[in-house]
């Protein structure tokens, strides 16, 4: 489902609302530990165009 996510991810990306939707429904979906993995994807691959989404759906996360 990880790679599911990032693929979605990746598609929707050219669009601050699809991203911010996957983003979230991705996070429900994953296990906890795939959550984390996916917390650092995007951060690597999307930090420089959506921190403020990456900070509001990871920040309340704790691994």
Do not use: H
Request: aromatic letters at 12%; one cysteine or more; hydrophobic letters at 35%.
């Amino acid at each position: 489902m990880l790679e599911y996510a990032k693929t979605v991810l990746e598609k929707v990306s050219f669009n601050r609302d699809l991203f911010r939707k996957e983003l979230k429904k991705s996070k429900q979906m994953l296990k906890e530990d795939e959550i984390e993995l996916l917390q650092s994807w995007c951060r690597m691959s999307f930090t420089e165009k959506y921190p403020d989404i990456i900070g509001e759906v990871f920040d309340n996360y704790s691994a």
